[in-house]
């Protein structure tokens, strides 16, 4: 579903991602973890389309972002193919980015009526359906401000959601949450990753979230994997000194 390929990322003489392949498979859940700084965020980013790649050959679904052509330049897809690729990727961020004017309802359908054509009201129907999902059915009224940051979270999933996304990539989705609010979204997102095909690309700090949900979990440092493996293999058993020391300081 999602390739990198020796993909390289500068930002000015900085580099932040060089040389970095690494592929998720259908309905697998992929966590990246690593230090700050690595470069995690950057490859949400770059999926996307919000950062140019430098380098490299993106795919997703079967369709280039951006390959080399036959003389080894760099060409990224045109607009209109990137927003086609775009519309299959749906991102969940640290802020929750919810539309402050707008109750809960029309903020999940806002989106699937100007983008996707939906009517108002099969919009309607999808948006409470998927607040049934993320247990928020008594807040459709509500303003994005009379809810908890955990509330306005499982919106913000709710919302992303109903574009019916292939890629739903996650962006430290409970780090602006107090502590008590974090279960609550993911235990949301776990049931989303069980009872789905959707493909996850998960950006995280929870360290037991990525054990408990992840099929797969990579390591990344200064730009590159430098380890990868099940969560019961990474977590119990990382094979590189720097994973080591990495768990030992968030665990
Ligand atoms: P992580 O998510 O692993 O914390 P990021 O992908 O956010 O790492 O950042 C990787 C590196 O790229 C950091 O050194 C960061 O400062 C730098 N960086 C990210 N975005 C920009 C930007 N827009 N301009 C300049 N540097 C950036």
Redesign the pocket.
């Known amino acids: 579903m999602i390739r990198f390929s020796g993909v390289e990322k500068r930002?000015?003489a900085?580099v932040?991602l060089s040389e970095l392949d690494f592929v998720v498979s259908p309905g697998e859940f992929v966590t990246l973890i690593?230090?700050?700084?690595?470069?995690?965020?950057?490859?949400l980013r770059l999926l996307m389309t919000l950062e140019k790649v430098d380098g490299g050959t993106i795919e997703v679904d079967g369709e280039f972002l951006s390959h080399m052509d036959r003389g080894g330049e760099l060409v990224a897809s045109d607009e209109k193919h990137q927003r086609r690729i775009r519309k299959r990727i749906g991102m969940v961020f640290q802020q929750f980015n919810l539309f402050p004017n707008m109750p809960v309802l029309r903020n999940i359908t806002e989106a699937p009526v100007r983008a996707l054509g939906l009517s108002k009201a099969e919009a309607e129907q999808r948006a409470l359906e998927l607040l049934e999902l993320v247990g928020l059915s008594e807040k459709v009224g509500a303003h994005p401000t009379q809810l908890s940051g955990g509330q306005q979270q499982r919106v913000a999933i709710a919302r992303a959601l109903a574009m019916r996304p292939k890629v739903l990539l996650l962006d430290e989705v409970t780090s602006a949450l107090d502590p008590e609010l974090v279960a609550g979204v993911l235990g949301v997102l776990k049931n989303i990753a069980k009872t789905t095909d959707i493909t996850f690309l998960c950006?995280t700090h929870e360290m037991r979230f990525a054990r408990d949900v992840s099929d797969r979990v990579l390591m990344?440092d200064n730009g590159q994997v430098i380890e990868e493996g099940v969560p019961e293999m990474l977590f119990t058993r990382p094979e590189h000194e720097r994973t080591r020391e990495f768990l030992h300081a968030v665990i």
């Open positions: 930002f000015g900085h932040v690593g230090p700050s700084g690595s470069g995690k965020t950057t490859i950006v990344f």
